[in-house]
């Protein structure tokens, strides 16, 4: 029996964990659940699987605790995150919380020499250097659940110690692969919220759209695998089939296959190395027929481009592309920007704020608000 607590339970990837608990309740004890202000849905968690500890970070006014559950602990705002990360026994942490306010509690979780699953890509994205270093010292090597890092994951198992001389990351291109970029800048919020793949939660719905989700998920590798950003290749696969792959020396290529189905990679990270029952459909090849492979268009989403230059360029430079990144998105979903003022946001703010150390935690921190509020000032015509 494992225990795990999950930050961020409400979300997408939360309650498909939940889901993969509820399949295999001989493996899986819940330790905690967090989430943000989500607190009927965390109240229905908290009554099925009984965690003895629960974290709403931004609870709703009035907020009555139900009689029913007061054998669970609930703790509120940023400390109650921090006990769950920290403090409260597990076997292993899932950090499914969006953005960066993931940072804290994958840096909690390690400090506290627990077993990360990190669906989080924001964290590495930011705190790529402190976190993977931390990850190193409590011998605790990140599992990825994202679904592209963890198909490279699984390819490296077959891989014997052979270091891949590349990675190749699949993208399914999102809802505007084939749109104009005029057509693209128009788009509105429900077209861009309708991936053609993937159910998710919004924002990385938007990134999917922009393609920004694949230049965070070039910052991820990088980390994750210590490969640097000239040998991370992005190959558009409309199918969502192959999830990635990883190429050898000798020209050899292993590919991870399966059906668009997050929880095969959360599962894996949660019983790793062994597998088992996800519950999802399985992989028809002859049903399927063909899968087809593209370029990205470097000019309709300049997205991989301005990732693998802020890679380059180092220091805070992809704290500042992420932080201005979900500025920009939580404005365009609340119907501030047109979808097009994303790409221009996030590249005027990486030219306004070249050159900011990530040496500490608290530089990390000072990137992301100085890229937040360059969004918010610019929107506000005042830069
Ligand atoms: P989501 O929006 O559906 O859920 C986010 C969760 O985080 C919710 O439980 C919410 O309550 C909590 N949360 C939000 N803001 C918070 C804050 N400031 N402090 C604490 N908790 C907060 O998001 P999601 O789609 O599940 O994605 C979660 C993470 O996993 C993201 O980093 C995303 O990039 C990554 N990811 C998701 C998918 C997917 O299929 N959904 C796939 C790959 C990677
Ligand atoms: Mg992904």
């Known amino acids: ?26 493996r899986f004890r819940v330790a905690a659940l967090t989430c943000n202000r989500n607190a009927e849905l965390l109240f229905a968690q908290v009554r099925e699987f009984r965690p003895g500890f629960a974290c709403l970070v931004s609870p709703p006014e009035h907020l009555v605790i139900p009689e029913d559950l007061s054998f669970c602990q609930f703790a509120f705002g940023q400390d109650g995150l921090h006990t769950a990360a920290r403090d409260i026994p597990a076997d292993m942490v899932l950090v499914s919380i969006v953005g960066i306010a993931g940072l804290a509690g994958v840096l909690d979780a390690l400090n506290a020499g627990r077993q990360v699953l990190l669906a989080n890509k924001e964290a590495l994205v930011t705190g790529g250097h402190l976190v993977t270093e931390l990850a190193g010292k409590a011998g605790k090597p990140l599992l990825p659940v994202d679904s592209e890092h963890s198909a490279i994951f699984q390819c490296l198992q077959g891989a014997a110690g052979n270091k891949p001389v590349s990675l190749l990351l699949t993208a399914s291109g999102g809802p505007f692969r084939t749109w104009p970029r005029e057509r693209i800048d128009r788009a509105t919020r429900a077209e861009a ?4 793949n993937w159910s998710m939660g919004a924002k990385i719905t938007v990134d999917s759209a922009s393609m920004f989700n694949k230049g ?24 969502s089939i192959v999830h990635s792959a990883v190429e050898f020396a000798d020209g050899a290529v292993i590919a991870q296959l399966g059906v668009p189905d997050m929880r095969v990679p959360i599962a894996y990270a949660m019983t790793y190395p062994e597998r088992v ?13 063909s899968l087809t492979f593209e370029e990205s268009d470097p000019v309709r989403f300049p997205s991989l481009r301005l990732a693998k230059e802020c890679l380059n360029a180092g220091g805070a430079a992809c704290t500042v592309f992420n932080g201005a990144n979900e500025a920009a998105v939580a404005a365009f979903l609340r119907d501030e920007i047109p979808f097009g003022a994303i790409f221009t946001l996030v590249e005027d703010a990486l030219s306004a704020l070249p050159g900011l150390p990530a040496d500490s935690i608290d530089d990390i921190y000072e990137a992301d608000r100085r890229a937040r509020r360059f969004v918010a000032e610019r929107m506000k015509g005042t830069q």
């Open 277 to 289: 029952a996800t519950g999802g459909e399985r992989l028809d090849l002859i049903r399927l027929a």
């Open 193 to 196: 919220l309708n991936h053609p």
């Open 216 to 239: 965070l998920e070039i910052m991820e590798a990088r980390w994750l695998f210590d490969m640097p950003g000239e040998k991370i290749r992005v190959v558009v696969h409309p199918q």
């Open 1 to 26: 029996m494992q225990s795990i607590t999950i930050l961020g339970s409400t979300g997408s990837i939360g309650t498909q964990c939940l889901q993969l608990v509820r399949l295999h309740p001989d």
